[in-house]
């Protein structure tokens, strides 16, 4: 999927983009590691010069990481509860565990696929035109 817009830029792959962010990777070339640290964006890629300062992840990558883990936690949870499968005390040290590391796992790509679909939508300065 595309975006076309009315002015003369070129168009942007949606896809592509979150696929690029969900690798870590610059929304526009896809080439090189799109944060530096852990979650901090770029100012810009080093590969193409893409600038990447635009971009206003805030905390839309926490919340939607919230929404993952939280389904995928309380499944299982739900099944432990269930069929007694482990002591409460267990399942809930476990769950808790579980949860800590999916989030982590998560940070970097849920937040570089929000940076790619901004890039994309050439939201928050990413549009040359404005
Ligand atoms: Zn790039």
């Not at 792959?13 to 979150?18: E, K, L, N, R, Y």
Request: aromatic share 6%.
């Amino acid at each position: 999927m595309t975006i076309r817009d009315k002015t003369d830029q070129p168009e942007r792959s949606i896809s592509q983009a979150i696929i690029n962010g969900l690798r870590c990777n610059c929304p526009n070339c896809g080439e090189t590691s799109l944060s530096q640290g852990f979650t901090t964006v770029k100012d810009s890629c080093d590969n193409c010069s893409q600038e990447l300062s635009h971009h206003r992840a805030d905390d839309l990558p926490p919340y939607l990481i919230i929404f993952i883990v939280g389904h995928i936690v309380l499944s299982v949870l739900m099944v432990s509860m269930k069929y007694n499968l482990f002591e409460i005390c267990i399942t809930a040290i476990g769950g808790s565990l579980i949860a800590v590391i999916i989030a982590l796992a998560l940070m970097r790509s849920v937040k570089g696929m929000i940076v790619g679909l901004q890039w994309a939508l050439r939201m928050h300065g990413f549009d040359k035109s404005l």
